[in-house]
């Protein structure tokens, strides 16, 4: 276990070099003069020289590259001070620290994700499973049908249509917005409901289907078989034998989807006007705003290759028959 997470440890740190790399040196490409894009328009050759000196664009783009990425580990130092590591450098546009942008938009995307993982896997699940134990039943073709005709939409279709119903034609419920945990709970849990839903709807349809078809396949399987010839009860065989069994695939697509959410749901936020890592993201690469854009693409790849790794502990939890090596 201790080899493969070192192992796993180091490939992550080897891909997220890779990426700030690529990420780099791509944009280094654009024949843009980022020195200009911070100064604003009216802005006179003095400034812009000053500007330059005081971001590192006058040094060759190795040295820039690499004094990025020993900011992360060491921190650096700029005009506006010290950034602290992980120091992801300073934003052409705004002048404020990259990791500090992060962190403020981060609770945002975080509360989005987790309101609407807990909704969708509580319903997604519950309803998969309740289809394979009741399979070829009215209960398991309505599950199935419905589950077919959520799968169709998207969020920039369904969002529209619930905020134009339940916002601006009936008022029941405010426009979606961000309010901090700790300051209000309400506040927080009334302002993201909408959001939750509309991601809940879009993603319950395929945790519906999964859960279903895996535990389906799981039901076939010979210990299952051999646990029902013992005379175990059908709940007990259900729950006990087939329904770990079943979890694997489930959790590679969660992984795979939480992951996703957390490096920033870009359609959701915007859908909702809300201002997260995706949001963000969007908006830095529009302005060609170099070091923000690297540090949400190394921000997000951290999260992918994490709850990589953690998915791949959990199938040894799950299911004995995995070793890890």
């Known amino acids: 276990m201790l080899q493969f997470l070192v192992r796993r440890l180091i490939g992550a740190c080897v891909i997220i070099f890779l990426i700030g790399a690529f990420t780099f040196f791509l944009f280094y490409t654009i024949p843009q003069d980022f020195a200009e894009l911070s100064c604003g ?119 529209p249509i619930v905020l134009g119903i339940f916002v601006y034609q009936s008022g029941i419920m405010d426009n979606p917005k961000y309010e901090p945990f700790t300051e209000n709970p309400i506040a927080w849990m009334v302002g993201m409901i909408i959001p939750w839903c509309v991601m809940a709807t879009i993603f319950t349809a395929q945790y519906t289907r999964m859960a279903r078809s895996t535990m389906i396949e799981q039901l076939q399987e010979e210990h299952v078989r051999t646990a029902r010839a013992k005379g175990m009860k059908q709940r007990y065989v259900f729950f006990r034998y087939a329904w770990r069994g079943s979890l694997i695939p489930i959790v590679t697509i969660l992984g795979v989807d939480l992951s996703a959410l957390l490096s920033g749901a870009v359609v959701t936020e915007f859908t909702f006007d809300l201002a997260g890592i995706g949001r963000l993201a969007v908006d830095s690469s529009l302005t060609k705003d170099l070091p923000v854009t690297m540090g949400v693409m190394l921000f997000g790849a951290f999260f992918i290759l994490l709850l990589n790794i953690v998915v791949d502990l959990a199938y040894a939890y799950i299911d004995p028959r995995v070793r890890l090596s």
């Open 41 to 159: 328009r009216n802005c006179t050759p003095q400034n812009i020289a000053v500007i330059r000196e005081n971001l590192g664009l006058d040094k060759p783009i190795t040295s820039q590259f690499w004094e990025f990425m020993a900011g992360i580990v060491n921190g650096r130092d700029f005009t506006q001070g010290h950034c602290s590591a992980p120091c992801l450098g300073v934003s052409f546009d705004t002048g404020e620290f990259v990791w500090d942008s992060i962190l403020d938009r981060f609770p945002l995307t975080l509360s989005l994700t987790l309101g609407g993982l807990v909704i969708f896997l509580f319903l997604g699940l519950g309803s998969g499973l309740l289809a394979a134990w009741k399979r070829g039943t009215v209960v398991d073709k309505a599950v199935s049908g419905a589950s077919i005709v959520l799968s169709s939409f998207q969020i920039y279709f369904l969002g």
